[in-house]
């Protein structure tokens, strides 16, 4: 009897052995699917883009590209923007898409240094933080997209209404908010080519600020040729102000007396340079810089880390280098280009 109780005792505790194994086998299978599950979800990465207010024609442009280069390599575009342009509404934004866990955030920024705080944040959480097109200061982004070389867009507006006044004569210049770092960075760059001794009969006599708000760039082209009787011209580096600027001087019929220059979205100054208020202006495709700061947001998100040297592959874009700017980096998409009564007709439908 004590050997078949023995024997019993045996196999009771061989089969409660079985069990516990077969138990954690199968949680560690279990552990095992669930962590393929969650990796392999088919959960896109988000990838946000801030623009700098809603309702910009520009802004849109930069949104449709963007969205089309996140579609293209497998990722989920967010596009957001404040109804005003401040750092406030988009510091707000910002702290919405920390807690949504993106991949990436690339801003157009209002300010290029109140961001600081809420950037770091969102790098220290492990989101990859670009700036694009109004750039935020070095410590607060990894890269920054340069629309184009900020010398040669200040310069070549210079150039232009020297050319259209003939060398002589009273000057403004209608820029966006006095915050933004790349309309301040072009106007430096505009101040510096009037120091060219061939400008010597032209004044700069106001850099106003139209806020890139309609109503406001109005009222300000409205001051700038009340105060100035004697203007000659007005560069307007600011697709809102140019047009702004562009519907003043053709409502007070004043094409002949005040040219106009700057950047421009095709679709709204054709009208102004078909009828010579703006015998020409410049600008660059803003889809293509919305579809270039995506495709850099990928690179960065994919292990690049924005240092000088890297090459950057921006889609088909091709690959562009990164380069200095000031204390960090960036990559610069390309020289601004040219419309004029000659190649209008087949850009306004473009964009």
């Given at each position: 009897m004590k050997k078949l109780w023995s024997l019993f005792l045996f196999v009771a505790l061989f089969s409660v052995l079985l069990v516990a194994c077969s138990t954690v086998d199968d949680a560690s299978s279990s552990t095992s699917t669930n962590s393929n599950t969650a990796g392999d979800s088919g959960e896109k990465p988000k990838y946000a883009f801030i623009f700098k207010n809603t309702g910009n024609p520009y802004g849109e442009k930069m949104n449709e590209g963007f969205k089309k280069a996140v579609e293209e390599f497998g990722g989920e575009a967010i596009l957001r923007a404040p109804d005003q342009p401040t750092a406030e509404g988009q510091i707000q934004i910002i702290e919405q898409l920390i807690t949504q866990n993106v991949?990436?955030?690339?801003?157009?920024?209002?300010?290029?240094?109140?961001?600081?705080?809420?950037?770091?944040?969102?790098?220290?959480?492990?989101?990859?933080?670009?700036?694009?097109?109004?750039?935020?200061?070095?410590?607060?982004?990894?890269?920054?997209?340069?629309?184009?070389?900020?010398?040669?867009?200040?310069?070549?507006?210079?150039?232009?209404?020297?050319?259209?006044?003939?060398?002589?004569?009273?000057?403004a210049v209608l820029s966006a908010t006095?915050?933004?770092?790349n309309q301040n960075l072009w106007i430096e760059w505009m101040k510096k080519e009037l120091e060219d001794s061939k400008y010597a009969n032209i004044k700069l006599v106001k850099v106003a600020y139209g806020d890139d708000l309609r109503d406001k760039s109005v009222s300000e082209t409205e001051a700038l040729l009340k105060s100035y009787p004697n203007l000659k011209a007005i560069i307007a580096p600011t697709t809102v102000g140019i047009a702004a600027a562009g519907k003043v001087l053709t409502d007070k019929g004043l094409k002949d007396k005040v040219k106009l220059t700057g950047l421009g979205l095709p679709s709204e100054m054709?009208?102004?340079?078909?009828?010579?208020?703006?015998?020409?202006?410049?600008?660059?495709?803003?889809?293509?810089?919305?579809?270039?700061?995506?495709?850099a947001a990928s690179e960065l998100v994919n292990g690049?880390?924005?240092?000088?040297?890297?090459?950057?592959?921006?889609?088909?874009?091709?690959?562009?280098?990164?380069?200095?700017?000031?204390?960090?980096?960036?990559?610069?998409?390309?020289?601004?280009?040219?419309?004029?009564?000659?190649?209008?007709?087949?850009?306004?439908?473009?964009?």
């Open positions: 991949a990436a955030i690339a801003i157009a920024a209002n300010d290029f240094d109140a961001l600081q705080p809420v950037l770091k944040k969102a790098m220290d959480k492990g989101i990859q933080v670009l700036s694009v097109d109004s750039s935020v200061n070095a410590n607060s982004r990894m890269l920054h997209v340069n629309q184009a070389n900020p010398e040669r867009i200040g310069r070549i507006q210079i150039e232009a209404v020297s050319e259209m006044i003939d060398g002589e004569g009273e000057i006095s915050q933004a770092s054709a009208s102004y340079i078909e009828s010579g208020i703006s015998p020409w202006m410049y600008l660059w495709n803003p889809i293509d810089v919305g579809y270039g700061a995506a495709y690049k880390t924005g240092e000088i040297g890297e090459k950057f592959s921006l889609g088909d874009l091709g690959e562009i280098d990164v380069v200095e700017d000031g204390d960090g980096t960036q990559v610069m998409l390309g020289d601004p280009f040219k419309f004029d009564a000659s190649n209008i007709g087949e850009w306004k439908d473009v964009y």
